[in-house]
């Protein structure tokens, strides 16, 4: 972030920062942020990750939408101070190195994705939805995904990927298909 200040030579030129410590997709970290940076920002810029989309920078599409201690949280108004202490999960954190998720699966069998902006809010709204019901009706992931905006599709699909995913994550991976 770039800040340009007047060059008053009797007027302090610090910019107040905080250090925090927190925990992105199992690794370890601290950053030094100024209070009003937002967590989008501190992911996207500071650490490099930007799976994190921005969209509307004010909660409406769900682009943003990464797990904080496995809650979906909008982070394009969310201040990056507000993690001090917590766990951030990123759509960076949901594959192996070798492997997808069974999310990032679903999507590509169901044809979950157009364009692909809104799919890492999606995938994290939907991670954070079979985290907490493993077996979900199609109601209760509409539900989960309803702060999350897809300009490309009718979401029939992407309601799709997320049941093939919880059908394969519950042990059907061969009937994942026809969920």
Not at 32 to 56: D, K, S
Not at 119 to 138: H, K, S, V, Y
Not at 161 to 171: E, F, Y
Request: negative net charge.
């Amino acid at each position: 972030m770039t800040i340009v200040y007047d060059d008053n030579e009797d007027q302090a030129t610090d910019v107040p920062v905080r250090r925090i410590r927190f925990t992105v997709n199992g690794q370890k970290k601290i950053a030094e942020v100024e209070p009003r940076l937002l967590l989008a920002h501190l992911i996207r810029r500071g650490i490099g990750l930007t799976g994190t989309h921005m969209g509307c920078d004010t909660t409406n599409c769900g682009a943003c939408t990464v797990l904080v201690d496995g809650r979906p949280v909008k982070s394009c108004t969310m201040l990056a101070v507000q993690i001090d202490g917590r766990a951030i999960t990123t759509v960076e954190g949901l594959a192996s190195a070798s492997e997808l998720h069974p999310l990032q699966e679903g999507f590509r069998e169901e044809h979950g994705l157009q364009c692909g902006f809104c799919t890492p809010g999606m995938m994290m709204a939907a991670t954070a939805l079979l985290e907490e019901n493993p077996d979900p009706t199609e109601e209760d992931v509409r539900w989960a995904l309803s702060g999350n905006l897809c300009r490309c599709t009718g979401y029939q699909n992407i309601v799709k990927s997320v049941l093939w995913a919880a059908a394969k994550l519950r042990g059907a991976g061969s009937e994942a298909g026809e969920a």
